[in-house]
């Protein structure tokens, strides 16, 4: 099975900075890549599908880019709702694989 | 609007079943692969099962296989999952899902129901 890879797990950063997550597959996966924001108690949101492209109702202040092995997930400016635990999930090649979550916190 | 929700979750212990249900609303579930996964406290996500759209194909993670099935009911909306030789590790909350995908455009969760494991 294809392993992801999230770098870093936890990631403290201010209100109204930029955050920038990574995600790296452990064998080509094309741009069948998927972003998931947790909070807790709740189940994922997608924010992004197909490694760039927002999901209904996300705020711009959310991009995705990469292919192939290498992904990130920008968070251009962080507001007090977006402290969550991020995940990244390809869909390319069964079974579907979960990173193991970055954690953004306030710092 | 669309709802997924769980139900069937609880204490059990070692060795023991449960049958976790999940209802479907709000979009035309029979076209569509149903997925369960789950998260263990404090963990991260875990894709367990999945089942196309009329029944026919199912797939398990390797942690399962063998001990949980995945069905559907179609006329009821309905997904199942039966888990038997339950494992303190199987302890989690699990979500069924509706996922995006190369051919789903949409991505749809439950709230999630608790299975505890513990003797």
């Known amino acids: 099975e294809i392993v992801m890879t999230q770098s870093p797990a936890t990631l403290s950063v201010s209100p109204g900075e930029r955050a920038t997550l990574s995600c790296r597959a452990s064998?080509?996966?094309?741009?069948?890549l998927a972003w998931y924001q947790q909070k807790p108690g709740q189940a994922p949101r997608l924010l992004i599908y197909?490694?760039?492209t927002r999901a209904t109702d996300v705020p711009a202040t959310f991009n995705g880019g990469g292919s192939g092995t290498e992904f990130t997930l920008t968070i251009s400016s962080l507001q007090s709702e977006d402290f969550a635990v991020y995940y990244c999930?390809?869909?390319?090649?069964?079974?579907?694989?979960f990173g193991q979550g970055t954690k953004v916190e306030i710092k | 609007e669309v709802q997924l929700v769980e139900s069937g979750g609880g204490l059990v212990q070692p060795g023991g079943s449960l049958r976790l249900s999940c209802e479907v609303s709000?979009?035309?579930?029979?076209?569509?692969?149903m997925h369960w996964v789950r998260q263990a406290p404090g963990k991260g996500l875990v894709w367990i099962s999945r089942?196309?759209?009329?029944?026919?194909?199912?797939n398990y993670a390797d942690s399962v296989k063998g001990r949980f099935t995945i069905s559907r009911d179609n006329a009821k909306n309905s997904v199942y999952l039966e888990m038997n030789s339950l494992r303190v590790e199987d302890t989690a909350v699990y979500f069924c899902a509706s996922l995006r995908g190369t051919v789903t455009t949409h991505d749809y969760w439950g709230q999630g129901t608790l299975v505890t494991v513990s003797s």
């Open positions: 709000g979009f035309t579930f029979s076209n569509y692969w």
């Open positions: 197909g490694a760039s």
């Open positions: 064998q080509s996966i094309s741009n069948n």
């Open positions: 999930q390809q869909y390319d090649i069964w079974p579907r694989t």
């Open positions: 089942i196309n759209s009329d029944g026919s194909t199912t």
